[in-house]
């Protein structure tokens, strides 16, 4: 049965559509309607340009002053030899920034003019650490690399301690190394005193804005401009899905019905939700997808104080490799997961399966086909195997995988959670559970 069966939006790059979803298209406008004196209260956040909701992280993607302040980083670190951007830090503040890097600059063809690599430290590990370390000693001057520590509270274990070590391991070598550092930290954090204290180069970012809507501040732009990316585009994609997706008119608000739609199925007790994208450059995203809806949605209480244990668990997969281990689960398995299949089909490829082969006598049908050709059959296969098997999907179609259908979707992604938070009575901005392993963690540290 499917009773919703149009593409949602038109004004954004990437479309949203309801292939196979098995709700009444009446309970769909109903839930909707839920939503629309929080969509008018988003419009006044957004009129008032500035930072005092919990969800002004919409006001980022139109910050003039910020983007000034992000020149002037620039202008001091960005050099003709600059190599390495090294991000540390962790969830909240590395997460959007590898989710962007590795869709649109990492793979790119870097022969002729190669950009600076990004290198990340997010969780404690020797030998990261160590291969980390190793690619920066083989810089001869400091001016090749610049590392940019990010923690919003300026207290997370792994980021300040792998600080430490990658500090320590370079300074000998590179006696003016202090020049090379930016810190990314919430005004008055002990960090930013610390860091202001070294006249290290410090930003901030606003305070109501969390960790996992920080990806349009300072947090994400700082080395994604470091790195090459062109953050306009990306700050254009966002405000234009912004501005989609604040409209009251709910047929044409993409982030309203995917909510809508998640919600409803959440409702029916499909509580997973598996984002299963088919470009392998977009598993960094699923990775920041499954963050912010699990932080966000994941909670004890809710919004008035009842223990309600919520949450929606998300999970990543990557086609076609996860077909191989996960597909007998989806298509077989219990009917507890909504799957928003996400795709890019890549047009320009020289490659090819040629026709004189050396296997012809297995697998027909894919001479002279490009990869590209042979992806749009399996999601086509997949599609099919969701519907036959009475599975409900719907799919994201990206035009290009661009800085500004990023900057779309991870706008999109936003506001689909805040939406979703409301429908759930939830508050999608705390994380009060992380502590229970922050404080263990520090208390053991400060006993051995
Ligand atoms: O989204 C969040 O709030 C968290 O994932 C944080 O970003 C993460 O714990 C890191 O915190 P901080 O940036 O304070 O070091």
């Known amino acids: 049965m499917i009773l919703y069966h149009k593409n949602m939006n038109q004004s954004t790059k990437i479309q949203l559509k309801s292939e196979s979803v098995l709700l009444d298209k009446n309970e769909i406008a109903r839930t909707a309607d839920l939503l629309s004196d929080y969509i008018q209260y988003l419009n006044s956040v957004a009129e008032s340009q500035k930072y005092e909701a919990p969800e002004s992280s919409i006001n980022l ?72 370390i190793n690619i920066l000693l083989t810089c001869s001057k400091a ?52 860091s202001t ?44 899905m912004r501005n989609a997706c604040l409209q009251s008119d709910n047929q044409f608000n993409p982030a309203l019905l995917s909510a809508v739609v998640t919600f409803l199925h959440y409702k029916n007790g499909v509580k997973i939700n598996n984002s299963f994208f088919f470009n392998p450059e977009l598993e960094s995203l699923g990775k920041w997808c499954r963050q912010l809806m699990g932080e966000s949605l994941g909670k004890q209480f809710d919004s008035v104080g009842t223990e309600v244990r919520a949450g929606i668990t998300p999970i990543v997969s990557i086609g076609s490799t996860d077909l191989h281990s996960m597909a007998q689960l989806y298509f077989g398995g219990p009917k507890d997961k909504l799957t928003t299949i996400i795709y890019h089909s890549e047009t320009e490829s020289k490659l090819t399966v040629p026709n004189e082969r050396m296997l012809p006598s297995l697998i027909v049908g894919i001479n002279g086909k490009s990869p590209a050709k042979l992806m749009d059959a399996i999601v086509g296969g997949v599609a099919e195997a969701y519907k036959m098997n009475g599975l409900p999907y719907v799919t994201l179609q990206l035009p290009t995988i661009s800085a500004e259908t990023l900057g779309e979707l991870l706008q999109f992604k936003m506001l689909e959670t805040m939406f979703l938070a409301h429908l759930m009575n939830l508050n999608a901005f705390d994380q009060p559970n992380v502590e229970d392993y922050k404080s263990g963690t520090k208390k053991l540290l400060e006993s051995t």
């Open 197 to 240: 204290a070294k006249k290290w180069s410090t930003v901030s970012l606003p305070n109501i804005v969390g960790g996992r809507y920080s990806v349009f501040s300072t947090v994400g732009l700082i080395p994604l401009a470091l790195a090459g990316l062109n953050i306009q585009e990306l700050l254009g994609g966002a405000l234009q």
């Open 61 to 132: 993607p139109t910050d003039n002053k910020m983007l000034e302040v992000i020149e002037q980083v620039l202008l001091k670190f960005k050099n003709a030899q600059l190599k390495y951007v090294v991000v540390v830090g962790i969830g909240g503040s590395n997460l959007g920034t590898m989710a962007v890097y590795d869709a649109v600059l990492k793979d790119q063809n870097q022969q002729t003019n190669p950009l600076p690599q990004i290198l990340f430290a997010d969780t404690v590990s020797a030998k990261s650490l160590q291969n980390l």
């Open 143 to 194: 001016n090749e690399f610049a590392i940019n520590v990010i923690s919003k509270s300026g207290g997370t274990t792994e980021t300040i301690a792998n600080f430490e070590i990658i500090y320590s391991a370079l300074r000998e070598k590179f006696i003016d190394i202090d020049r090379r550092i930016i810190v990314t930290t919430e005004i008055d954090s002990k960090l930013w005193l610390e």
